[in-house]
């Protein structure tokens, strides 16, 4: 479960800065520093958050307790390998603990939303894009919601699903590569 916990604390944090990247390119005004800390921060939680309910669908509770407790200190490792140099200020080991704070925090919020085989229902989703958006500039504040609710979530929940069945199911990977296979070669 810790390895597989590594691979998607890589995984959150890549697409993170995909999602950062692409909310840049819309002229939201997300700038390096503070701001850009709390939003991988905010973002990487989130979908820790949306891995937990996934490893709730397919694993024992065991082993998601093991998958979950693994994933928040990797995020935390990451976000503080990353972070250490470009937040001036920060003494070692402050990001760390600042994702595993927002990491319980964003529990408890999330905790009233579903997650169901479509993914996280309204509330979950709007709770996260006004998380993001009490970090930004009010002139960014107005069409937020809309951006990470209908571009950025569905683009990062499709590649989270996508890793985490390939992660947790590699069985069903393999038998789908034998089929496609075979089918190609007839």
């Known amino acids: 479960m810790a390895e597989l916990a590594s691979v998607v604390a890589v995984l959150a944090w890549k697409l993170a800065i995909d999602a950062l990247n692409r909310?840049?390119?819309?002229d939201y005004d997300i700038d390096i520093g503070q701001p850009y800390f709390d939003f991988v921060c905010e973002f990487t939680v989130f979908l820790a958050q949306l891995a937990d309910r996934i490893a709730y669908r397919d694993l024992t509770a065991e082993q998601r307790a093991e998958f979950t407790t693994a994933l928040a200190k990797n995020l935390a490792r990451q976000i503080e390998e990353n972070f250490d140099t470009l937040l001036s200020g920060m003494v070692p080991g402050a990001p760390a603990h600042h994702v595993l704070d927002l990491f319980n925090r964003r529990g408890a919020d999330y905790a009233e939303f579903d997650f169901t085989a479509q993914g996280p229902d309204f509330g979950f989703k709007r709770c996260f894009a006004a998380c993001l958006r009490a970090g930004l500039p009010e002139k960014d504040k107005l069409w937020v919601v809309?951006?990470?609710m209908e571009i950025e979530v569905p683009e990062a929940l499709k590649a989270l699903e996508k890793?985490?069945?390939?992660l947790?199911?590699?069985e069903a990977n393999e038998s789908r590569r034998r089929r496609d296979g075979a089918a190609m070669g007839e």
């Not at 909310?23 to 819309?26: E, H, K, P, S």
């Not at 890793?163 to 390939?166: E, K, M, R």
Request: charged share 15%; aromatic share 8%.
């Open 168 to 170: 947790f199911h590699p």
């Open 163 to 166: 890793t985490l069945a390939g």
């Open 146 to 148: 809309d951006q990470v």
């Open 23 to 26: 909310m840049r390119q819309a």
